[in-house]
């Protein structure tokens, strides 16, 4: 047996080592294919990160610009309450006047003993309140 050893023995060396090479040595068989499946690995991997780190930019993107449409939301619906105040004011004030100077014009005339109409001067204060900004 050990006749046969010695002459099996270099060529069960052989495949052994030639086994060893051929699983581990990253250019040939199986160890080729895992490294390629590594390097590919690699890619997809740089790939997907750099998607992330983009949609996490158009994610921070959208929120700033989200709140910055809600700020001018606000900022508009403020303004526009405050026109339609100021522009009650104004009519409330025009309606005020438009009160007095009804009350100076529709204001029934004072006749004479022989029934005509008296002139009158009109009161300045009451002309002076219609024509006076209500406040």
Sequence with gaps: MTALGRLLAPYALTAVIGAL????????GPSASH????ARY??????????????????ASYRVSESRRGEERQTSQA???S???????????????????????????TYDPTR????????????????QPAG
Excluded: Y
């Design 83 to 109: 026109l339609v105040q100021q522009c009650a004011a104004r009519v409330a004030e025009a309606r005020q006047s438009a009160r007095v100077i009804e009350r100076i014009v529709t204001k029934e005339p």
């Design 35 to 38: 490294a390629r499946q590594e």
């Design 116 to 131: 005509c109409p008296v002139r009158e001067l009109v009161d300045p204060r009451s002309v002076r309140e219609a024509l």
């Design 42 to 59: 690699d890619v997809a991997m740089t790939g997907a990160n750099e998607w992330k780190r983009h949609a996490l930019g158009w994610m």
């Design 21 to 28: 090479i051929w699983h581990w040595t990253p250019f040939i």
């Design 79 to 81: 303004a526009a309450t």
